[in-house]
């Protein structure tokens, strides 16, 4: 007779992208700071970090709500955007150990992706890191309503992996993402590794630096922490 199988944290586990698999929080700020400062406006540093854990057009709202933007929305999007894109293809880092995690948790059950950002921008990420194919599906921008600290996303992909929200783990980086996983019921682990805006993670069920500690015992001690 065999091993059992080592205890799983949860029935299904759901991945954010930036900030959890890849570093890219840090270029999305650079990128909005570089196009106001050409358009000639002065944005507060604080403010430029509001793109962290949120999708593109929550942020330009806020940002439009506070500073005199001498362009309309649309063309701001799609520059701060297209900058991103380009300054991405360079600088763009993988958070120790996030393939090999994504491999691991699509072993052992249904995975799936809920990000801010859109799809394009995904599925380019997902293939630098070679794993798209191990997610049953990915939600971007385009695919629920309200960003995240709201639980839209989170709970649109628990539903349609037909799991209990209290039976599914979510990886996530920054103070609005792990807001939005306890609001869908589930279980929240932050990643720290990418907290450069110095996001409060504490309201988190677990907290671990990157994935290179994940083995298996982790796991297991992780799933023995929630179940109690």
Request: net charge neutral.
């Amino acid at each position: 007779m065999g091993a059992p199988p080592p205890p799983r944290p949860g029935d299904a586990v759901l991945f954010d992208l930036d900030g959890t698999l890849i570093d890219s929080e840090p270029v999305a700020f650079r990128a909005v700071l570089e196009c106001c400062g050409e358009w000639g406006v002065p944005v507060a540093q604080a403010d430029a970090a509001q793109v962290a854990g949120k999708k593109w057009e929550v942020a330009v709202e806020l940002l439009f709500t506070r500073y005199k933007i001498p362009v309309g929305k649309e063309e701001f999007t799609r520059t701060v955007v297209d900058r991103y894109k380009k300054k991405l293809v360079k600088e763009m880092k993988i958070i120790p150990g996030a393939p090999e995690m994504v491999r691991r948790m699509a072993k052992q059950g249904p995975i799936a992706l809920v990000s801010g950002s859109h799809r394009e921008e995904i599925f380019w990420a997902l293939d630098r890191l070679k794993v798209r194919d191990l997610f049953r599906f990915v939600l971007g921008a385009e695919d629920y309503p309200l960003s995240k600290p709201a639980p839209d996303g989170f709970m649109k992909a628990i539903a349609a992996l037909g799991v209990p929200p209290g039976e599914t783990l979510i990886f996530e980086d920054s103070e609005a993402g792990v807001a939005s996983g306890l609001a869908a019921g589930a279980k929240v682990v932050a990643v720290t590794h990418a907290n450069h805006f110095g996001h409060d993670l504490s309201r988190a069920h677990a907290q671990i630096p990157d994935f290179h500690g994940a083995d298996e015992a982790w796991l297991a001690a992780l799933a023995k922490k929630l179940i109690r």
